[in-house]
């Protein structure tokens, strides 16, 4: 497999960058890692030198060439403008910062674009308009800070064994804020290949939502596939078509309860794979849609749960006094318009428990009442001024993982002024 070339450009620098580390030579290639700051068509400064096309000096030298400068040889970093075309629906968000281990044919993502023999190969990222490509610790991310979510683009590394760690939840920086990680794109891992055998695992954050067509292809990095819990049950519905194909040092998989769609190929050429366990029952895993050529898992699939077994619901709540103005003058004065108050009003909640709540009022003055499915206390024109306790009984009705919760009773106060 060939190894690609990365260099790094960031927008609105103006001073020369210098190669920061040089992991040698092996033919006409070379990996360089660049200073923050680096902007188009600054000139580099490698560590040593390579054979290829040179121009006599940084003035001759055209974007993209070799060139010499008192005997130090140089490169020109091209300029996109001209070079480039960006896919439609998408911008050219700059230069992957690190050495790329795989190959991406997928040129609506990220696109190669080679000097000649005697050169290096640079790959420029591109990501949807308005969305930010960034790199972070060896992961390259397209960042949603309006939503705060990232997507995984990519992957790079200066490690020729490399391990794959995703995290949680990423920021770009600075003051930016930080984003659940909640896809994995297409081709973000593909060809990944270790100098060993790999006997780690590939650990997904539940905040995962989808894994894109072959993330993971032919990547043999890990050895089994596990759903990380610690911050909750795995949001994951959506493997894509031949996302784990020829992995083939996989030997176990989890497949959360969560999961809808399962691509076509996606454990494709998974020869090692012994255990599949599914995360929930075999009723449940007849809704989920299971494309063509995934033998290697279905052959091997178990179920973790004959029935569910339901969890405790806890629902904690406190009462609160609202007050209520706009009562006639006097000591006798009477409420002049009916008021509603949102039932965070009233009732302060600091375990909401799993499932719809419904509200039952128990006790009060009948011109005080209570929406049974959204908790909106009504407060009726012409209550006289003064304090009034309303009783209600709170439930939370439950989910698929959840039984229902016990009913807890709470005594508010309504003073009306």
């Not at 890692?33 to 000096?57: C, F, H, M, N, R």
């Not at 999961?259 to 454990?267: D, Q, S, Y």
């Not at 749960?305 to 806890?314: P, S």
Request: glycine fraction near 10%; charge should be positive; hydrophobic fraction near 35%.
């Amino acid at each position: 497999m060939s190894i690609m070339m990365i260099f790094a450009i960031a927008p609105l620098a103006s001073a020369p960058a210098f190669a920061v580390d040089d992991n040698g030579t092996t033919g006409t290639e070379k990996t360089i890692i660049l200073d923050p700051g680096t902007a188009k068509g600054d000139p580099i400064t490698l560590k040593s030198t390579d054979e290829g096309a040179l121009a006599e000096s940084e003035a001759a030298a055209a974007p993209g060439q070799f060139f010499l400068n008192e005997d130090v040889m140089c490169f020109k970093l091209p300029d996109s403008t001209g070079t480039f075309t960006a896919p439609a629906g998408v911008d050219f968000k700059g230069w992957i910062p690190f050495h790329m281990i795989q190959q991406k044919p997928n040129v609506d993502k990220v696109i190669g674009f080679g000097q000649g023999i005697d050169s290096l190969t640079l790959t420029a990222v591109w990501g949807p308009e308005g969305v930010n490509v960034n790199p972070n610790d060896n992961l390259v991310f397209s960042f949603d800070n309006e939503n705060l979510i990232a997507t995984i683009v990519g992957y790079g590394t200066t490690d020729l064994d490399p391990f794959i760690s995703i995290p949680y939840s990423v920021n770009q920086g600075g003051d930016t804020p930080q984003c659940t990680i909640t896809g994995i794109g297409d081709y973000a891992f593909q060809y990944l290949q270790p100098m060993f055998a790999s006997n780690f695992p590939l650990i997904i954050p539940s905040g995962v939502r989808f894994i894109g067509d072959y993330a993971f292809y032919y990547t043999h990095c890990f050895n089994s596939i596990v759903f990380d819990s610690s911050k909750g049950e795995s949001q994951l519905e959506r493997i894509g078509n031949y996302a784990f194909a020829n992995c083939g040092e996989c030997t176990s998989v989890e497949i959360p309860a969560g999961v809808k769609t399962i691509g076509g190929g996606a454990f494709a050429n998974c020869d090692k794979l012994e255990s599949a366990v599914y995360q929930g029952t075999k009723e449940q895993w007849a809704k989920v849609s299971v494309g063509s050529g995934n033998e290697d898992l279905t052959n091997v699939l178990k179920f973790k749960y004959t029935t569910i077994a339901k969890a405790a619901n806890t629902l904690k709540i406190k009462p609160k006094t609202a007050t209520v103005k706009g009562s006639t003058k006097g000591r006798k004065g009477k409420l002049k318009k009916t008021k509603t108050l949102a039932v965070t009003k009233v009732i302060t909640f600091t375990n909401k428990g799993q499932g719809t709540l419904t509200y039952t009022k128990a006790s009060g003055n009948k011109k005080i009442t209570i929406s049974k499915t959204t908790g909106k206390v009504t407060v009726k024109k012409g209550l006289k001024k003064g304090t009034y306790k309303v009783t209600v009984k709170v439930k939370a009705a439950g989910n698929a993982n959840y039984n229902a919760s016990a009913v807890k009773t709470v005594t508010f106060k309504v003073r009306v002024k």
